[in-house]
């Protein structure tokens, strides 16, 4: 039964309800929201821990006038289920349907579009100026995780935001002791010492049995506690930046959260509400393995994650991840680095055999990289496994501190290409474009499981920066060797002998482009690596074909095609050139096989992309096979 949450069409409907009714609404969307995630696949532990917030949240604040920012934005299922989406949750990350992530284009409650980490309270400040700029008497609220909180933006908007004292700014850090994988640092010890905060614990729990049935004495010792919490609590880090401190509070009580905020309304300034919650919070499964549920697939929820009846293939991340192991075995001076991505990136098995060679920095690729570079000046030999999505945030890094320097860091860039369900926010189409065109570096594209491990290989032996891209989940299923043999640097390789068209592949869709050559009669390159391009072979491949296709599952502008562009325009070679890849806009959610077909990246696409720009290059037999 889900009688409350059936007449929950808007925030308005929440707040019309009586206070008493809460907790059951929380329920009925808890369940609702297992239910949702489990037959759709999606973010689930996270959601299950900020259903109580999410009500409490829209039900206290005048929602969308008051603007709630979610950072990292995997969180927000209840806000999307509050928010008039409910109908809607069966389409959750499927192509056309709703986001995973908020979206401002798809709901005015999304009121900033978040999936990377940590850039909530920057965005909600710049919403709170503006608000105080254009006199409009509203809030704005960011919701930040724990693990979002170790990256240096949150604390430059921190730092920035705590100076001006008239705006209505609240953050709410949401602590569930977990990020995706463990969460690491510093302050991750400070917040569970924070959270823990036995003595406080211990100090107000007495105080509360004594002096309950003194009402006036026990108001008198709650104003108290609020003035001395930073003698017991260690709150004067938040209060430093210039936010009133309050908290640690259970981010699961209704009667707790909803008084606070409400109090919280009438205080000037920026706040900083500290809340206790926990991951996968009602749904035992879920409590008891976060990460295993942090974004499953489809499951039984009665039956809970089940270990599929045939092995999967073995995927690129997993070919990664043993091939660490193999280097790191065979070379004492490898050091694998990852910003906050352990499980993702492969690293887990890395941990456990190497733990003095292994750092998670947290949510930190700036850091990341350039710690990455220190090491290299001392003769180490640096791995960093970062999303090809995330990199892009530590750009600047990757020029000033590593390329500029010449400073041998490999970097296995995973996710390269469409990430499938996450969509435009994850998506690593734009890598080859932003690495190729920095001095001293490399990038590298292998085209399956095999190629992947002897590129890293060729990565690792080289003495400058060297990016190796590959995609999310499997390929086509090659085996890599157990050896650490190499491929040679800058080479490709003539896959295919064909007539008057050259299909240059770059990565993954080599194999497409082998099917298409099929019926094209094609000659096939596996070009293996967008820079440094394999001259020779694009020379000779150049001056005995009529046309060219390159192919990639990157970016056409500035991309690997361009590349060749180039190299053919700088050496005078007068050849035509298609170039296949994604085009000029941001490519949505959906299943990735879809995706690349709509994007003509299929077999089939190329072959018809082909058809169409080259009609007078191929026989006649082509077209007569594809009518």
Request: net charge negative; hydrophobic share 40%.
């Amino acid at each position: 039964m889900s009688a409350l949450l059936d007449s929950i069409h808007s925030p308005k409907d929440l707040r019309n309800l009586p206070r008493q009714q809460l907790q059951s609404l929380a329920d009925e969307l808890r369940a609702f929201l297992l239910d949702s995630v489990s037959q759709t696949g999606g973010h689930l532990s996270s959601n299950l821990g900020t259903v109580e917030l999410s009500v409490a949240l829209h039900y206290v604040y005048n929602t969308p006038e008051d603007r709630i920012v979610w950072d990292v934005g995997h969180q927000t299922y209840p806000h999307k289920i509050l928010t008039g989406r409910r109908d809607r949750m069966g389409s959750l990350r499927q192509l056309g349907g709703l986001s995973g992530f908020p979206r401002r284009d798809e709901s005015e409650y999304d009121t900033f579009g978040t999936a990377h980490s940590s850039t909530s309270i920057s965005a909600a400040m710049g919403m709170a100026i503006a608000a105080r700029q254009k006199g409009d008497d509203r809030y704005s609220i960011a919701v930040i995780g724990d693990g979002a909180m170790t990256a240096g933006m949150a604390f430059e908007a921190l730092n920035n935001a705590g100076v001006e004292e008239d705006i209505r700014l609240l953050v709410i850090l949401n602590d569930n002791d977990m990020s995706i994988s463990p969460p690491v640092g510093a302050l991750n010890r400070y917040l569970a010492q924070l959270m823990s905060g036995q003595f406080y614990a211990a100090a107000k729990n007495v105080g509360k049995s004594v002096l309950k049935n003194a009402p006036p004495l026990l108001s008198l010792a709650k104003r108290l506690e609020q003035q001395a919490k930073g003698m017991v609590v260690p709150a004067t880090l938040f209060e430093k930046f210039g936010f009133n401190y309050i908290g640690p509070i259970d981010g699961h009580d209704l009667e707790s959260l909803i008084p606070t905020l409400e109090n919280i309304k009438h205080l000037k300034g920026p706040q900083f509400l500290h809340v206790v919650t926990r991951k996968g919070q009602g749904y035992k499964l879920a409590e008891a393995d976060p990460i295993a549920y942090h974004g499953p697939g489809k499951f039984d929820p009665s039956i809970g994650l089940q270990k599929p009846a045939t092995p999967p293939k073995t995927t690129f991340t997993q070919v990664f991840g043993q091939w660490l192991c193999d280097m790191a075995a065979a070379d004492e001076r490898l050091v694998g680095i990852t910003p906050a991505m352990r499980e993702g990136s492969g690293m887990v098995e890395f941990h456990h055999r190497f733990p003095k060679r292994y750092y998670d920095v947290g949510i930190a690729e700036q850091h990341a990289v350039t710690f990455a570079g220190g090491l290299a000046c001392e003769g180490l030999k640096p791995v960093v496994a970062i999303y090809s999505t995330f990199l892009q945030r530590a750009y600047d890094q990757l020029v000033h501190d590593v390329a500029l320097q010449n400073l041998p860091v490999v970097f296995a860039l995973d996710r390269a290409g469409l990430v499938g369900a996450d969509g435009a926010t994850h998506a690593g189409n734009y890598d080859i474009a932003f690495t190729r065109c920095i001095p001293n570096m490399s990038v590298a594209c292998p085209a399956d499981e095999a190629e992947c491990r002897q590129l890293l290989t060729a990565a690792y032996r080289q003495n400058h920066p060297v990016t190796v891209r590959y995609p999310r989940g499997a390929g086509v299923g090659t085996v890599p060797a157990s050896t650490l043999e190499d491929l040679p640097f800058g080479k490709g390789e003539m896959r295919r002998k064909g007539q008057r068209i050259a299909l240059l592949a770059f990565g993954t869709l080599l194999y497409p482009a082998l099917e298409a050559a099929e019926q094209l009669d094609a000659t096939v390159v596996n070009m293996r690596w967008a820079k440094p391009l394999d001259h020779a072979l694009l020379e000779e491949v150049a001056r005995s074909h009529d046309a060219l296709v390159t192919i990639e599952d990157g970016c056409i502008m500035g991309g690997a095609g361009s590349a060749v562009l180039e190299y053919l325009q700088a050496h005078g070679i007068t050849c035509p050139v298609l170039q296949l890849g994604f085009p000029d806009v941001f490519i949505e959610h959906g299943d990735p096989v879809k995706l690349l077909q709509l994007q003509g990246l299929d077999a089939p696409g190329i072959a018809a992309s082909v058809q169409r720009r080259f009609p007078d290059l191929l026989p006649a037999a082509v077209f007569e096979r594809a009518s």
